[in-house]
């Protein structure tokens, strides 16, 4: 087992690669599966902050059961996208610095910083 704290991304998905593998499932982890997963686990890690104000998230990030549960639900979308990526030949490392760098010319510092303004809006 690879200790957390070094874990690359290509471990990662090695690691839910086998884990999936083991299970035989990958007949049921098409991309449109996949996404679908991400995007419930996402809908689920969303309800855990439903309805809360900024002080009670602190709250709940600060209290050890909440916040087990708030890291299950964000490692289950993690899973679901790294299982994404590693089933369909997706560089997530690759994509996100693209991304990073598609951002970065989008939203330049010097008229960013401090704004949470969509670009063009």
Known sequence: MVRADVS???DLESEI???????DWDRFHGAKDLAIGIATEAAELLQLFRFLTPEQVEVSLANADSR?????ELADVAIF???FSG???IDLA???RNKLALNAARYP????RASNRKAGA
């Open 8 to 10: 690359t991304l290509v």
């Open 68 to 72: 087990a549960r708030i890291e299950e």
């Open 109 to 112: 510092i010097e008229s960013s």
């Open 94 to 96: 690759a994509a996100i």
């Open 17 to 23: 690669r086998a884990f999936c593998e083991e299970r």
């Open 81 to 83: 996208t790294l299982r």
């Open 87 to 89: 089933r369909h030949g």
